[in-house]
Nanobody, 116 residues
Framework: QVQLVESGGGLVQAGGSLGLSCAPSRSIFSFRGLGWYRQAPGKQRELVATISKVGEAKLVESVKGRFTIFRDYAKNTVHLQMNILKPEDTAVYYC??????????WGQGTQVTVSS
């Protein structure tokens, strides 16, 4: 079973920045892809950003120009850098790993709260 340990959530004012980190219990290059979902209260879970095995990054339209997803090879981690945060970014953020065999693994979630 793969474990994903997230860190970096918190409270920030609108316009501020936060960085999320996710440390899988296996090499980040062993997965077909890695990504971040978020779920706000009363809303459906939303895919925010993904990065493929070969490094192709994709972002949902609402965060383009503000968020960046990247991998740290030395630390074996995947990150979501969030800038110019808005109150509507408030959610629990989950790290997700897609295995080549089709399995999907989820982190425990980390709360991001953006105050107006």
């Amino acid at each position: 079973q793969v474990q994903l340990v997230e860190s970096g959530g918190g409270l920030v004012q609108a316009g501020g920045s936060l960085g999320l980190s996710c440390a899988p219990s296996r090499s980040i290059f062993s997965f077909r892809g890695l990504g971040w979902y978020r779920q706000a209260p009363g809303k459906q879970r939303e895919l925010v950003a993904t990065i493929s095995k070969v490094g192709e990054a994709k972002l949902v339209e609402s965060v383009k120009g503000r968020f960046t997803i990247f991998r740290d090879y030395a630390k074996n981690t995947v990150h979501l850098q969030m800038n110019i945060l808005k109150p509507e970014d408030t959610a629990v953020y989950y790290c997700v790993a897609d295995d080549v065999g089709g399995s999907q693994y989820w982190g425990q979630g980390t709360q991001v709260t953006v105050s107006s």
